[in-house]
């Protein structure tokens, strides 16, 4: 029995490249999907220690005012030569208020030792439902994308670290693929294309 009962959702993201990608993501969706944005919120604080923690926290925080159900979704860079990091503080990694320009450039800067075979790194994103304010049952959902940081940036389309996120399956920055080839592949994608599946099986 799928949990789709309301008719709008609210979207829980302020960043305006995954409001984006999640809206093409859910078009297919037979619902209104609203960013929340459209109502008069303040961002949750993102409290948690792992990424279901935080996509819960800022889908709970959409859900109770708005009164609508929620997707939120918590994703973040894991690379391995920094044992994980930047992980769950992925757009805070060079300080509270950091841009994506000096996100990245702390990453390259991290990683300006470390050999071509040893930038594994891959994007993980965890995506959540909630019906209401207070489901006991959050639908989770999660995906990751496997690739390489490189030395220097590359292209110019997506967010965040795309530009220096090197995809070996097709020996290209994700900042160079077109945003519906990114959307078919990335960590979102994935588990966006779960989320469907569960809230609408036909
Ligand atoms: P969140 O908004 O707390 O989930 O933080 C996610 C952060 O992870 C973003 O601000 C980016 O820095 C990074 N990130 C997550 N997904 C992507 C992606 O698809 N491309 C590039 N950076 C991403």
């Given at each position: 029995?799928?949990?789709?009962?309301?008719?709008?959702?609210?979207?829980?993201?302020?960043?305006?490249?995954?409001?984006?990608?999640?809206?093409?993501?859910?078009?297919?969706?037979?619902?209104?999907?609203?960013?929340?944005?459209?109502?008069?919120?303040?961002?949750?604080?993102?409290?948690?220690?792992?990424?279901?923690?935080?996509?819960?926290?800022?889908?709970?925080?959409?859900?109770?005012?708005?009164?609508?159900?929620?997707?939120?979704?918590?994703s973040?860079?894991e690379?391995?030569?920094?044992?994980?990091?930047?992980?769950?503080?992925?757009?805070?990694?060079?300080?509270?208020?950091?841009?994506?320009?000096?996100?990245?450039?702390?990453?390259?800067?991290?990683?300006?030792?470390?050999?071509?075979?040893?930038?594994?790194?891959r994007f993980q994103c965890?995506?959540?439902?909630?019906?209401?304010?207070?489901?006991?049952?959050?639908?989770?959902?999660q995906g990751s994308w496997e690739?390489?940081?490189?030395?220097?940036?590359?292209?110019?389309?997506?967010?965040?670290?795309?530009?220096?996120?090197?995809?070996?399956?097709?020996?290209?920055?994700?900042?160079?693929?077109?945003?519906?080839?990114?959307?078919?592949?990335s960590h979102?994608?994935k588990a966006?294309?779960?989320?469907?599946?569960?809230?609408?099986?036909?």
């Amino acid at each position: 029995m799928p949990k789709l009962t309301r008719k709008k959702i609210v979207l829980a993201s302020g960043n305006r490249g995954k409001v984006r990608e999640i809206g093409a993501l859910l078009a297919d969706l037979d619902c209104e999907v609203a960013p929340q944005s459209d109502f008069d919120i303040t961002e949750a604080e993102e409290t948690g220690l792992t990424f279901v923690e935080n996509a819960i926290i800022k889908a709970r925080h959409a859900a109770h005012h708005t009164g609508l159900a929620a997707i939120a979704d918590d994703s973040g860079l894991e690379v391995d030569a920094l044992n994980g990091a930047p992980g769950i503080y992925s757009s805070r990694f060079a300080g509270t208020d950091a841009t994506s320009e000096q996100n990245l450039e702390k990453l390259l800067i991290d990683l300006s030792d470390i050999p071509k075979a040893e930038r594994t790194a891959r994007f993980q994103c965890v995506i959540v439902y909630l019906a209401h304010e207070a489901d006991p049952t959050p639908i989770i959902c999660q995906g990751s994308w496997e690739g390489r940081i490189l030395f220097e940036p590359h292209g110019t389309h997506g967010f965040g670290y795309d530009p220096v996120f090197y995809l070996p399956d097709h020996n290209c920055a994700a900042a160079e693929l077109p945003p519906e080839v990114k959307n078919g592949l990335s960590h979102r994608g994935k588990a966006l294309k779960q989320l469907l599946a569960t809230l609408q099986p036909n």
